[in-house]
Structure formats: C-alpha cells, structure tokens
T-cell receptor, first 110, second 112 residues
Framework: QKEVEQNSGPLSVPEGAIASLNCTYS??????FFWYRQYSGKSPELIMS????GDKEDGRFTAQLNKASQYVSLLIRDSQPSDSATYLC??????????FGTGTRLLVSP | DGGITQSPKYLFRKEGQNVTLSCEQN?????MYWYRQDPGQGLRLIYY???????QKGDIAEGYSVSREKKESFPLTVTSAQKNPTAFYLC???????????FGSGTRLTVV
C-alpha cells in the first residue's frame, strides 16, 4: 500500500463548478497535511496546509481533514480554466520529511 | 524577495560525466531537500538536510551525493553511477522539518 494515494485523473469539471480532489494516507500518526498545485513543466506551489480535523478555507479553496478515516480533500469552488493543473497531496508522517502522492490532474473546461 | 534559486534551468550530461545542480535559499530555512520527478511517478526524495554539515539519504540516494557546508546552499551532484539520470530535479526548503516546503523552479537534466 502506498503511503499517500491519489486518483491520477484527469478530473474534468466545467468552469464555475466545484472540483473535489481526494487523498488517503496510511500512517495514523501523520501530523500535518499539504496541498500543492503544479502546472505542467513548473515546480509545485503550496496552496493549502491543514493540521487538525475539520475544514480550512482560503478564498476559493477549502481543505478538509478526517484523521479517523485517514482522508484529506481539497475543494475548489468556482473552478477556472487557470486552475487546470496537477494537485499534489503531501503528508508529514513524523519522520522529518513530507511524503507526496503522485498527484491528480484537474482539467477545467470553459 | 526571499526564495530558492536553482541553476541551471536545463542541463545536459554526457555518459560517464558528473554534474552538479545548484540550490541556494535566502529564506533562513533550516531544512533542505532534493527530489526527483519522473512522469507518472510523483516526487521521490533523494537527500535531505536538517542542519549544516549533516544530511540523510532519502529513498533513491544511489548515484547522487550532496553537501551542506552553508545554511543557504545544498548542491546535488549526479554521478556517473546514476544510470538513468534524465529527470526534473526539485530543491525545496522548510523552516523546520515537516513544515510545508517552498520549492525552487527546478533543473531539467537530460543525458545526451
């Protein structure tokens, strides 16, 4: 079992819709969770971090964490074509480094 | 502005040649990391360092070497022992280990 799992996609949504990206992790001791956005050919950019159960909102982005289910998600409201990218989930399992999922490719069509 | 600078942006390596990728940060971050990204395989950790003059192997350290002589700098050498070095190399840093990373813009290495 991979430590951090994401559906590779692509996830296709129309402009203005809500995009829901999901991530599961295997280590129950994981402390902190991050979402990165990576445009094709570019480096990842940190867009959200979440440390406790529940929701965290920042603009059009909402991160949701459920430690009991070992599940973290990212919601993007009012999706725009510029949101088309690969979204990487990263988890701090307590060993001084982050473990990354392989990413979900999001396509937002005009 | 603070950030991480990776150079060069593109690098070509001949068979049997060692090459060094530069990574410099002015964020005053303690921890630095090197990742390799191949299509469809996500980010794989090569080496990381929590403090000057100390570093640890990641999941795919064979064929690579690093040094951490200064807090700001964490260069990566791709040696001739690395048989499949063509990839996108990403350097990252964080204030403390386990914090969210800031990434550099990456170096794309190609074997010719």
């Amino acid at each position: 079992q991979k430590e951090v799992e994401q559906n590779s996609g692509p996830l296709s949504v129309p402009e203005g819709a809500i995009a829901s990206l999901n991530c599961t992790y295997s280590d129950r001791g994981s402390q902190s969770f991050f979402w990165y956005r990576q445009y094709s050919g570019k480096s990842p950019e940190l867009i959200m971090s979440i440390y406790s159960n529940g929701d965290k909102e920042d603009g059009r982005f909402t991160a949701q964490l459920n430690k009991a289910s070992q599940y973290v998600s990212l919601l993007i409201r009012d999706s725009q074509p510029s949101d088309s990218a690969t979204y990487l989930c990263a988890v701090n399992t307590g060993f001084q480094k982050l473990v990354f999922g392989t990413g979900t490719r999001l396509l937002v069509s005009p | 502005d603070g950030g991480i600078t990776q150079s060069p942006k593109y690098l070509f390596r001949k068979e049997g040649q060692n090459v060094t990728l530069s990574c410099e940060q002015n964020l005053n971050h303690d921890a630095m990391y090197w990742y390799r990204q191949d299509p469809g395989q996500g980010l794989r950790l090569i080496y990381y360092s929590q403090i000057v003059n100390d570093f640890q192997k990641g999941d795919i350290a064979e064929g690579y070497s690093v040094s951490r002589e200064k807090k700001e700098s964490f260069p990566l050498t791709v040696t001739s022992a690395q048989k499949n070095p063509t990839a996108f190399y990403l350097c990252a840093s964080s204030k403390r280990s386990g914090d969210g990373y800031t990434f550099g813009s990456g170096t794309r290495l190609t074997v010719v």
